[in-house]
């Protein structure tokens, strides 16, 4: 019996997947359902390019823009991949409260500020949004008590190109996210700079200085991307799962240390 003229599929159609696909390219449906995959496929791929290329996180001028329009209102605060609680105790286990600490990319972060409140006073941040930076030194120029228990110093730079902190006066780095930041594109130039973000890095640190990365980048990958002579791991990856606000789906975070080679 042929089909309903309205009804383009054979009605004794089997749900088996492998029959009810051959059914279907058989069927006189079959040009127009196939164009219509490419075109609705197509449209989801040049969808998802069109995001990627708007997500120019490797550019000042993507940050600017984008702190420009927070800054229209408020600056709230980001932190990216949470695990507060467990990178403040990685912290504090291999930090004294002397010791300089510096976020590296510090972008929305209260990570210093919550240092300060436990009790270290020789901290610094930097980044390379220039509307960031202006914003944060002016909020720390205002924030009430500032003297009594040290100024978190911002500094404006390009990582790939400068480092954060005068040679050799930096205890430890942390740097959460930056790097993933610079390595989403999955390039050559994508690993040159974060190769060289991590080589200014360790021009700031002092001969027994340290270096924490918070990143969702597996071993292979962040070995594929960030290695780099200048750097020793000292600990194991740390693994935590984390589920962040408006994700389905829990993730990897990875806590990485490492410390400047003494060779350098």
Same mark, same amino acid.
């Given at each position: 019996?042929?089909?309903?003229?309205?009804?383009?599929?054979? /009605?004794?159609?089997?749900?088996?997947?492998?029959?009810?696909?051959?059914?279907?390219?058989?069927?006189?449906?079959?040009?127009?359902?196939?164009?219509?995959?490419?075109? !609705?496929?197509?449209?989801?791929?040049?969808?998802?390019?069109?995001?990627?290329?708007?997500?120019?996180?490797?550019? /000042?001028?993507?940050?600017?823009?984008?702190?420009?329009?927070?800054?229209? #209102?408020?600056?709230?605060?980001?932190?990216?991949?949470?695990?507060?609680?467990?990178?403040?105790?990685?912290?504090?286990?291999?930090? @004294?409260?002397?010791?300089?600490?510096?976020?590296?990319?510090?972008?929305?972060?209260?990570?210093?500020?919550?240092?300060?409140?436990?009790?270290?006073?020789?901290?610094?941040?930097?980044?390379?949004?220039?509307?960031?930076?202006?914003?944060?030194? /002016?909020? @720390?120029?205002?924030?009430?008590?500032?003297?009594?228990?040290?100024?978190?110093?911002?500094?404006?730079?390009?990582?790939?190109?400068?480092? +954060?902190? @005068?040679?050799?006066? !930096?205890?430890?780095?942390?740097?959460?996210?930056?790097?993933?930041?610079?390595?989403?594109?999955?390039?050559?130039?994508?690993?040159?700079?974060?190769?060289?973000?991590?080589?200014?890095?360790?021009?700031?640190?002092? +001969?027994?200085?340290?270096?924490?990365? !918070?990143?969702?980048?597996?071993?292979?990958?962040?070995?594929?991307?960030?290695?780099?002579?200048?750097?020793?791991?000292?600990?194991? #990856?740390?693994?935590? !799962?984390?589920?962040?606000?408006?994700?389905?789906?829990?993730?990897?975070?990875?806590?990485?240390?490492?410390?400047?080679?003494?060779?350098?």
């Amino acid at each position: 019996t042929p089909p309903h003229p309205t009804h383009p599929f054979p /009605a004794h159609m089997s749900l088996d997947a492998a029959s009810l696909l051959r059914d279907v390219l058989r069927s006189p449906a079959a040009p127009l359902a196939v164009a219509v995959a490419f075109v !609705v496929l197509g449209g989801i791929y040049l969808a998802l390019m069109s995001r990627r290329g708007r997500m120019q996180y490797h550019k /000042a001028s993507f940050w600017d823009n984008r702190y420009e329009k927070m800054l229209e #209102t408020a600056l709230p605060q980001q932190e990216w991949y949470g695990l507060d609680d467990k990178l403040l105790d990685v912290i504090e286990s291999i930090a @004294e409260r002397k010791f300089h600490i510096h976020d590296l990319g510090c972008g929305q972060s209260t990570l210093c500020e919550s240092l300060r409140s436990k009790g270290f006073h020789n901290l610094s941040a930097s980044d390379f949004s220039a509307v960031l930076i202006e914003r944060r030194q /002016a909020e @720390e120029k205002k924030r009430a008590g500032y003297s009594k228990d040290g100024i978190i110093k911002y500094v404006q730079c390009d990582l790939r190109e400068k480092s +954060p902190m @005068e040679e050799g006066t !930096v205890d430890l780095i942390v740097d959460k996210a930056t790097l993933d930041s610079i390595t989403y594109r999955k390039t050559a130039q994508a690993k040159k700079d974060a190769q060289s973000v991590l080589r200014q890095a360790m021009k700031s640190l002092k +001969p027994t200085g340290q270096f924490i990365s !918070v990143s969702i980048a597996n071993d292979k990958i962040f070995e594929s991307y960030c290695a780099c002579p200048e750097i020793e791991a000292t600990q194991p #990856t740390a693994i935590y !799962v984390t589920r962040l606000q408006g994700q389905r789906r829990p993730m990897n975070v990875y806590i990485r240390q490492y410390r400047r080679r003494p060779s350098l």
